[in-house]
């Protein structure tokens, strides 16, 4: 039979009694307070957010609307914090030229991996850059001519009235 786990009850001071049978005494060193002591001056004075995350594109012609993942951050040259390593979708609009729709993949330096991540996000004690820069090139809208144009009207007509067929 199983016998139930034994109270413990405070004595005098920092002793423990377990049932008068067994006398402990719970002690800390000066060393292992002044360590934690050190430890939590140390984590209060270092910044926080050890990593910074940037990334810069830049455009030809420059001053071009940028979005990553349908939100728009900015004209080119533009520079923008984020968040997460991954696929992002760059969306390139200006008037005048093509519209660029791309992805653009980022992947995460040495020091951001698991486990390593923790030293540089939490306890590295100066601030890692992590930078990441591309460059687009937009091509000009192509105008059609007049006879390109007459041709698809009439291409765009014939399939309509085969539909109602």
Known sequence: MMQPPLPIRAGSGSDRTIRGRLKFKVQSSKFETGVLTVFMVATLTVPSACVRRTITITTEPPNARVFLN????????????FLWYGDYDVTIRKEGYE???????????????????????????????????????????KTPTQEEVISRAVETRDRALDARK
């Open 70 to 81: 349908d939100q728009e951050v900015g004209r080119s040259a533009v520079s923008t914090d």
């Open 99 to 141: 519209t660029l729709q791309t992805h653009w993949i980022l992947k995460p330096p040495w020091y951001e991996r698991i486990p390593l991540d923790f030293f540089a996000e939490v306890l590295w004690p100066g601030q890692l850059h992590d930078a990441h820069a591309q460059h687009f090139v937009l091509e000009t809208v």
